[in-house]
């Protein structure tokens, strides 16, 4: 394809979270030109969200079912991505359904990525929030329930996600494009003036625990339980025995086969 569709797209990969994906979708559909989403559900389906949403918000979106066997079935979904619908779009940001982009400025994406063409990756840093004390789950948005950034000793900081030029890369590796050396060109929003990504990484205790259970996409990054405890200190209350087993990593085996 010569000519792009979009200029400006969204690239996601879910597993049974169709309870925040209506609020993500919500949230991002004003702000990207379309949206592409790997479902490898096993209990839940993307489609029976995207489904009831008006016809003129579901022609942005595109499902993509991903449920055969995968070694690292984030990269290779992304992957997939660039390969099949990659010359469909100029740009695309490879986010997940925890990360909110937050425009920061009065620009839009696409206004702040045609100031940035001479580049081929913009990079988006993570402001973090944890659980703000919140034991349970409720059905309120995310974006509702979580409004302090988390402090804890084990926060992560500098972390990023990037638009990326698709005719430019090369392939992914995890959320990362690579370039040939003379395509790295990179503009990095490191005061934030443009725009973050709100990064919901524990959300509430018994949010976290169903997390575990779902697994990591990524077999080279392995969740931990006591993650959360890393992130929101003040709740170390609830580090006792009946909460799951310390220390030990979830990895993607839960992914394979979409099982």
């Known amino acids: 394809m010569n000519n792009p569709i979009y200029y400006s797209s969204l690239c996601l990969i879910i597993r049974d979270e169709n309870k925040y994906l209506k609020e993500w979708l919500m949230h991002h559909l004003p702000l990207a030109d379309h949206i592409y989403i790997y479902d490898n559900g096993a209990k839940e389906y993307a489609s029976d969200i995207t489904s009831t949403l008006p016809k ?3 022609s942005k979106i595109t ?3 991903y449920k055969d066997g995968y070694e ?3 990269e ?3 992957n997939h991505f660039l390969e ?3 010359s469909e779009t100029i740009w695309c940001a490879f986010i997940d359904s925890d990360e909110f982009i937050s425009v920061d400025c009065s620009k839009t994406i696409q206004k702040i990525l045609a100031e ?3 580049f081929n990756e913009v990079r988006m840093y993570w402001v973090e929030y944890g659980a703000d004390g919140r034991v349970h789950y409720d059905s309120r948005p995310v974006q509702e329930r979580f409004q302090t950034p988390a402090e804890g000793d084990g926060v992560r900081i500098r972390m990023y996600k990037s638009f990326v030029k698709t005719s430019k890369a090369q392939r992914m590796i995890s959320h990362f494009p690579v370039f040939n050396p003379e395509d790295r060109l990179c503009c990095r929003d490191d005061k934030m003036e443009l725009f973050h990504i709100r990064h919901y990484y524990t959300k509430s205790f018994e949010e976290w625990k169903e997390k575990m259970h779902r697994g990591s996409s990524n077999p080279h990054c392995l969740k931990n339980f006591d993650e959360f405890f890393a992130y929101n200190p003040d709740m170390a209350y609830l580090k006792n025995k009946e909460n799951g087993s310390h220390n030990q990593t979830y990895n993607a085996g839960r992914h394979e086969k979409g099982v």
Do not use: C, D, L, T
Request: without cysteine.
């Open 56 to 58: 003129p918000v579901q």
């Open 72 to 74: 690292h079935i984030q």
């Open 116 to 118: 940035k063409e001479r």
């Open 63 to 65: 499902v993509i079912p």
């Open 84 to 86: 099949n619908h990659g």
């Open 76 to 78: 290779e979904a992304y």
